[in-house]
């Protein structure tokens, strides 16, 4: 059956590496992009023969009825922790308001299915030496403004399943990386600095861990979602492999023959999460789903595609609205 599909946020990096990644798989289905292309959405990042709306979603009903969307895919959102310290106020309006009336859209629409990306970080944070994992039922522990606004914003796609019967999914997906991600995100701000010969800001709690996911996997775990997932469920996201910011900065260093005297160790951020480590059992053994792209090799596809795309990544410097050495 084909589908009409709206992919919010899509001139972001998830977003539009989603919308790539569905035309590819599925080119009968259309596909509309909707992004409001604030400082980290960049029109260019969505094919130039998709129909794009630039637009909030808060304002995206007429869109739903106008292209009689079927799906929504909701990867609107700001994500960006330091500057959710900074801009607290800006993170609930889009994260929760905005996911809200998106969703009240959707309902008057009657969407087929509305599904909505999370992220592991609503569950807070794990020790360093924690054995267990998060699950699809572990209890929302937001620590910051960015954690709590996506905590709020999945509470309210529950209750519109709940209250109005609104056919929804939520994913929640471990730290991704990948091409197209914005240079203030830490893989991409490791590598486009090191690329210039600028030092790496590294936190002074530099054993931090974080499981990483490519982009191209989660895409791919979302399509058997949307295909196959039942409706009302959560499905958590994850590789299972976890790399500390040190190891990741001496890593990048590695790869682009640079010295780790590069590594500069800055104040930690306030609210800086330890650990995160998502069990995804559930979507494995439901769904089938696994991811097939190797850290090792999607890191070195990744520092080279930054390496070869400067044209991409340099205009956008001077739009990085955080200075990561500023929490002293």
Known sequence: MLVHLLVTGAAGFIGSNFVRYWRRRHPADTVVALDALTYAGIRANVPADVPFVHADIAGAAAVLTDHRIDVVVNFAAESHNSRAVQDPGAFFA?????????????RRAGVARFHH?????????????DPGAFTEESPYRPRTPYNASKAGADHAVRAYHETFGLPVTITVCANNYGPRQFPEKVIPLFVTRALRGLPLPVYRSSANRREWLHVDDHCAAIDRVLHDGRVGATYHIGSAHEVSVADL???ILDRLGLPHTLIESVPDRPG??????????????????TPTIDFTTGLDQTITWYAENR??????????????????
Do not use: F, K, M
């Open 117 to 129: 990306i999370s992220t592991c970080e609503v569950y807070g944070d794990l020790a360093l030496d």
């Open 94 to 106: 889009t994260n929760v308001l905005g996911t809200q009336r998106l969703l009240e859209a959707s």
């Open 311 to 328: 044209a991409w990544w340099e205009p956008l410097l001077d739009r990085s609205a955080v200075d990561e050495t500023a929490w002293a």
């Open 249 to 251: 900065a001496t890593t």
């Open 272 to 289: 800086h999460d330890r650990r995160y480590l998502l069990d995804s059992s559930l979507i494995r053994a439901e769904l089938g789903w």
